[in-house]
């Protein structure tokens, strides 16, 4: 019974989809192409070469290397093997889902225990410092120091989810065993060369698959990106966007804050970047305005939760466990945001008035604001160069298998 009521509420979801596609097809199409470029622009040419790398690393034994250094660290902060030092710096480091992108990766190559993975990917999913520093701090608020109050509580509030979730099913031991050696370099050169050996693959076959598996990936996201943009507006144009968000009206007047913010914070929970836009817009004080863009930085926005589903679906991973560690990311920076505001916002602002600047790039440029304008500039030529390589790849791939045949 349960699964034919599913059938059923899919089913209707995908029809009203396809109706409002039908009747709203200007703003559709309007939302689509925003989704697109934002895709093509900024997410695939910053996303690619990390996730290249990590392929390449993983094979080349690197990320073992790292776990055996860093396990006495990890292990007892975070429960989880060594290797989530390198999950973790690289999910900062290129936003994500770069986190569970790699977990799904070390999990397949049985490096990490399905519990491990879970605790790892709770907390190795955050923005990077170019998207909260150039595209919401200086693009959306024209303000760079805000930038310093955005990263602090984000990536403070990761950590702290990543300290609650050691306890997830602490029983479990994982694969990797607890560490009693301690810090060796010479072994972890030794597991680093056992892990190369062990693979197979010669450079062109790694380098090739690693290309390829970063590509469909990055393809999943930007097809995701694309769906949410659209649905985001169609509820919006609808009105179902304001319904919605009357009834975080009770919710907001309990926390304290303005009711403007309930329909650009829903907005965020969909999609993080129009979310951020229209707080940005929203003419609140910057203090409230900073805690419902920590909330929904944290928390990812559900257009981030479902490309995350989607790459754990390819494993064993369970989602609710990073779906928890959203709640509490979006909690815990929200609490910091507030602790940490006069230290490191009113503090590097002179004769700040509290009102939240509207949407303006000039006179404000930083250095994330230069990146992401040369993105924009190269990213397309990036992005097409490296469908065509891929494309190349496959061609190649098949016409030696062909002459093998």
């Given at each position: 019974?349960k ?11 995908t029809i009203?989809?396809?109706i409002?596609?039908i009747k709203?097809p ?6 689509s192409?925003?989704?697109l470029?934002?895709?093509?622009e900024?997410?695939f040419p910053?996303?690619?070469p990390f996730?290249?790398?990590s392929?390449l690393m993983i ?8 776990g055996?250094?860093f396990e006495?660290i990890?292990r007892?902060?975070?429960?989880v093997?060594g290797?989530g030092s ?8 290129s ?6 992108k790699?977990t799904a ?8 225990s399905?519990i491990?993975?879970?605790r790892l990917v709770s907390?190795?999913n955050?923005?990077?410092p170019?998207f909260?520093?150039?595209a ?6 024209n303000?760079?120091?805000?930038g310093?109050?955005?990263a602090?509580?984000?990536y403070a509030g990761?950590?702290?989810?990543g300290l609650?979730?050691?306890f ?7 694969i990797s ?6 810090f060796s370099?010479?072994r972890?050169?030794y597991e680093l ?12 076959k790694?380098?090739?698959d690693?290309?390829l598996?970063s590509?469909?990936t ?5 097809g995701?990106?694309i769906?949410f943009?659209?649905?985001?507006k169609?509820?919006?144009v609808?009105g179902i966007t304001e319904?919605i968000?009357?009834?975080f009206t009770f919710l907001?007047?309990?926390l304290?804050l303005?009711e403007?913010l309930?329909i650009?914070i829903?907005?965020?929970?969909m999609?993080?970047t129009?979310?951020s ?6 003419g609140?004080?910057?203090l409230f305005?900073a ?5 929904i ?13 989607s790459?754990?679906?390819e ?10 560690g959203?709640l509490?990311h979006?909690?815990f920076?929200s ?5 940490l505001f ?6 590097q602002?002179?004769g700040s008035?509290g009102a939240?600047p509207?949407?303006?790039?000039a ?6 604001m ?11 030529l990036i992005?097409?160069?490296s469908l065509?390589t ?6 190649n791939?098949r016409k030696s298998?062909h002459r093998?045949k």
């Open positions: 019974m699964s034919q009521v599913k059938s059923f509420i899919l089913a209707l979801f009203i989809f396809a409002l596609l709203y200007d703003q559709a199409l309007s939302a192409i925003r989704g470029n934002m895709w093509w900024i997410v910053s996303l690619l996730f290249i790398i392929e094979g080349f034994g690197v990320v073992t290397f790292i055996v250094l006495p990890m007892p902060l975070f429960n093997p290797s390198f999950v973790w710096a690289m999910g900062m480091a936003g994500y889902p770069s986190g569970a790699i990766r070390l999990r397949q190559e049985k490096q990490l399905r491990e993975a879970e907390f190795t955050a923005s990077n170019l909260i520093f150039g919401i701090a200086v693009g959306f608020f303000d760079p120091s805000l310093i109050l955005l602090a509580s984000h990761n950590t702290m989810v609650v979730m050691r997830y099913c602490r029983k479990d031991t994982g065993k607890k560490s009693s050696e301690g370099l010479r972890a050169f060369h056992k892990t190369r050996i062990k693979d197979e693959r010669p450079f062109g790694l380098f090739g690693a290309v598996s590509l469909q990055l393809l999943m996201i930007g995701f990106i769906i943009s659209v649905l985001n169609l509820l919006f609808t319904v968000a009357a009834s907001l007047a309990l304290h303005p403007v309930s650009p829903f907005s965020g929970l999609e993080i129009m979310g836009q229209m707080i940005s817009q929203s609140t004080e910057m305005a805690i419902a863009v920590s909330f930085l944290g928390f990812n926005g559900f257009s981030v939760q479902a490309q995350v589903a790459i754990l679906a494993t064993d991973v369970r989602f609710l466990p990073y779906f928890i959203r509490m979006g909690v920076a609490i910091l945001c507030i602790l006069h230290p490191l916002y009113l503090s602002s002179e008035s939240v509207v949407l303006s790039k006179g404000a440029h930083n250095w994330a230069d990146i992401l304008e040369q993105l924009s500039s190269y990213g397309p992005t097409i160069a065509m891929g494309c190349l790849i496959i061609w791939q298998s093998l």
